[in-house]
């Protein structure tokens, strides 16, 4: 099963990143896949996003990592397992088509 | 990790400045932060943007351990009327739940406790609609009294 690489990113890799490291791994656990969540700060991001599959981060932030290589997915609401599953969902299943 | 003196509700403030400003207030009063930190808080907000607004109505502000945190600390201050952050997706914000971390670690478990408690079914519209102290602990601190779930 592939082990997808995943970077919180916030203000300061502390706070915020470590909700959305939560979230990850609950709505990971809906969907049956494998996550590996790292947090980053906004400053340092860019430099750990090297190997990272998926961002995730603040709408208010993302502007600032569209360089990365990786998928940037902003999150509206952190405390939505709803939002998260869906969007992580988005990300890891190949386009079907409907 | 959440006294009542750390507890504001019916809070006054003209805008964000002034809401997270209280916030850090409480935190100053009772010795867990010195006053660098209210001010640091602030800073983050302008330099990065509204994106500690991280739920419709809900702002976290923090700062760095390193900008006047004594001890790991919570305050919440639920506002009268609610304050424009810049956040297109989660303004007005009702709530603001400020917190010192002294390390980059030392604070996960409160931290990682108020986040399970506020992703809790009902617990936002809960912590919105709270206007008294009781009710902000209600919905934030996870350890209910047994047989209180139905209450």
Redesign the interface.
Known sequence: MQRWKILAV???????S??LR??AEKAAKVLGIDVDVELAD?GSAAAQAAGADIIL?????AGQLMHARALVIPI??????NEMVEKLNNATQPPSDM | MLPTEHIAVGVQAADWRAAVTAAGRLLERSGAVQPSYTAAMLR?VEE?????????G?A?P????QDGVLRPCLAVVALDAPVNFG????DPVRVVIA?G?VD?TG??AA??AL??A??EPG??DALMAARSVDEIQAVLLPARAPGAEEG
């Open positions: 916030c203000g300061m890799g502390l706070g915020s470590m909700i939560m979230q906004i981060t603040s709408p208010a932030l509206t609401n952190y405390m939505n397992l | 983050v990065l943007g509204p994106y500690i607004v991280l739920a419709p809900l976290l923090h700062a760095h351990p956040s297109p997706e989660n917190f971390a980059d604070h996960t931290l990682a986040a399970g506020l992703m617990a936002l």
